[in-house]
T-cell receptor, first 111, second 113 residues
Framework: ELKVEQNPLFLSMQEGKNYTIYCNYS?????LYWYRQDPGKSLESLFV?????AVKQEGRLMASLDTKARLSTLHITAAVHDLSATYFC???????????FGTGTRLQVFP | SAVISQKPSRDICQRGTSLTIQCQVD?????MFWYRQQPGQSLTLIAT?????????ESGFVIDKFPISRPNLTFSTLTVSNMSPEDSSIYLC??????????FGPGTRLTVL
């Protein structure tokens, strides 16, 4: 059974600081996704990572994938309040487009 | 990206009743997915809605409780049957578009009293 674990579950960080969210999954997968969810809203697609060593960056967020370690990271650089949200990683089940989601990381950025 | 709409956006229902949620996509897609997000939790896949065939359900979800229709390549419905307070969740549909990108609808927030 494919399991996806994220840590931390909750992250409170000061503006301007850097931090990393980790996503571990239990079996091989072709694709890993990162999503953002604001309170009461749907999911916004951030990144799709397709191969070992893949790195993608958008603004203050950078995602990477290590398929050998079954680990993805979402790195936040110089956090700002607007990044406050819940972040989910999700793993595709063997190319079926079915996604198994991580537990989510609730990020709060304070001044 | 994909433009996905869901109806209703939210509803409050009585125990024992049923609610049908609609998902409309702006262009044809092969597969549509239905997910559930219980309060404060992550998302769990309910089923895959295939056009022209029966939906395939994930472990823990059954057709009698969550019947799904997929009459064409742009539309699907999910019914939550014989509701109980435990069914209070956000229900989201999703589609795959372009190069492996999966997009989610705005969600239907269901409260069962």
């Amino acid at each position: 059974e494919l399991k996806v674990e994220q840590n931390p579950l909750f992250l409170s960080m000061q503006e301007g600081k850097n931090y990393t969210i980790y996503c571990n999954y239990s079996t091989t997968s072709d694709r890993l996704y990162w999503y953002r969810q604001d309170p009461g809203k749907s999911l916004e697609s951030l990144f799709v990572l397709l191969s070992n060593g893949a790195v993608k960056q958008e603004g203050r967020l950078m995602a990477s994938l290590d398929t050998k370690a079954r680990l993805s990271t979402l790195h936040i650089t110089a956090a700002v309040h607007d990044l406050s949200a819940t972040y989910f990683c999700a793993v595709d089940i063997s190319g079926t487009d079915k996604l198994i989601f991580g537990t989510g990381t609730r990020l709060q950025v304070f001044p | 990206s994909a433009v996905i709409s869901q109806k209703p956006s939210r509803d409050i229902c009585q125990r024992g009743t049923s609610l049908t949620i609609q998902c409309q996509v702006d262009s044809q897609v092969t597969m549509m997915f239905w997910y559930r997000q219980q309060p404060g939790q992550s998302l769990t896949l309910i089923a895959t809605a295939n056009q022209g065939s029966e939906a395939t359900y994930e472990s823990g979800f059954v057709i009698d409780k969550f019947p799904i229709s997929r009459p064409n390549l742009t539309f699907s419905t999910l019914t939550v049957s014989n509701m109980s307070p435990e069914d209070s969740s956000i229900y989201l549909c999703s589609v795959v578009r372009g190069f492996n990108e999966q997009f989610f609808g705005p969600g239907t927030r269901l409260t069962v009293l």
